[in-house]
């Protein structure tokens, strides 16, 4: 059966551009709504977050944080105390370890805040300061300090410090002795010969790759294995990191690293003459520190010191207590009773 065609006349179509096909007109539909969600959700890498100014994912410090200018640089710091003033307050620059932060002084704070001024900042590079992609030195980090109590109009202070923080609080005592009359340290860096060798590999295979196997290795003599918080504190320590990273963050850590095992406080110790106190935890034998402190006990003029049983690297967050209570005692002492 044919069937019959229509007697109606055929409209022709319009002469120009043939009109697209159902295909087509569906995937132009899908490419002018999906290329402009797509440039939206793409991050333009010329223009990279900005690293965070407070912690966000990790333990902030209870005390009110504040922001400074030093040197070109934005750092973060607290300014607490005297709670309860004496004639000999005394102003104190707490000094963080390295990639260390405001917040690993807490503990200490309450206690030393109680008669005698508390500064802790976080420097350049660290923390939650300005992490400028810039060359990284002890040297530097001496002129932040000075910088910053000069920013603050403070022209004597005790520095106090672990670690990176105890290798500078030495290192500032000896460059201004009338600034900084009295000292105190635990465990610093650069108590060892100075290993040039060492220093150089550090500098030259250093970066982002070997960054978090090496920090992994380091952590493991910060925090004795029966400390209870342990694990607590290595998780947000990791955390942390994970929330600064960035190339600033990453030469900081290997030039600060590379420039300690470099020198020597070995070196300048005898010429130290301020009153000293000088800590270590017995337990504390990464970079044969043990043997280390000793020296510099011997070397420094007049120091005293004093070791705490079953602590190891990281004495402000095992034993904040006995810490703060052991250097408040020092600073409370009476000239006649200094070492």
């Not at 337990?283 to 011997?298: F, K, Q, S, T």
Request: glycine share 8%; hydrophobic share 40%.
């Amino acid at each position: 059966m044919h069937r019959r065609r229509s007697s109606a006349p055929r409209r022709r179509r319009r002469s120009g551009a043939r009109r697209p096909g159902y295909p087509a007109r569906v995937l132009r539909a899908v490419l002018l709504l999906a290329v402009p969600l797509l440039l939206t959700a793409c991050p333009r890498s010329a223009e990279p977050d900005p690293p965070p100014t407070r912690p966000l994912a990790v333990r902030t410090t209870p005390f009110a944080q504040r922001d400074l200018r030093v040197l070109g640089h934005r750092v973060r710091y607290i300014d607490e105390g005297p709670t309860q003033p004496r004639r000999r307050d005394r102003v104190l620059v707490l000094i963080p370890g390295h990639t260390s932060r405001i917040e690993e002084y807490d503990g200490l704070v309450p206690t030393l805040a109680r008669h005698h001024r508390v500064l802790v900042l976080d420097y350049p590079g660290s923390g939650y300061a300005d992490k400028p992609d810039r060359p990284y030195d002890l040297r530097f980090y001496e002129e932040v300090t000075l910088a910053f109590l000069d920013a603050l109009g403070v022209e004597r202070a005790v520095p106090v410090g672990g670690s990176l923080g105890g290798n500078l609080v030495l290192r500032l005592g000896h460059r201004a002795p009338e600034r900084f009359p009295r000292l105190v340290a635990w465990a610093p860096g650069s108590a060892w010969e100075a290993r040039p060798g060492i220093e150089r590999v550090m500098r030259a295979a250093g970066g982002r790759l070997l960054f978090w196997p090496t920090v992994w290795i380091q952590s493991r003599f910060w925090y004795g294995r029966d400390w209870p918080g342990r694990e607590a504190a290595l998780a947000d320590t990791f955390a942390y990191y994970e929330e600064v990273l960035g190339p600033g963050f990453v030469r900081m850590y290997w030039d600060m690293a590379a420039d300690q095992v470099g020198r020597s406080l070995f070196e300048i110790a005898p010429a130290i003459a301020q009153p000293t106190l000088l800590m270590w935890g017995d337990r504390d034998d990464g970079a044969n520190m043990g043997e280390g402190v000793a020296r510099l006990h011997a070397l420094l003029p007049h120091d005293e010191l004093r070791v705490f049983p079953g602590a190891r690297h990281s004495l402000a967050a095992e034993i904040p207590q006995p810490l703060a209570d052991t250097i408040d005692e020092f600073l409370r002492r009476s000239e006649a009773l200094l070492p």
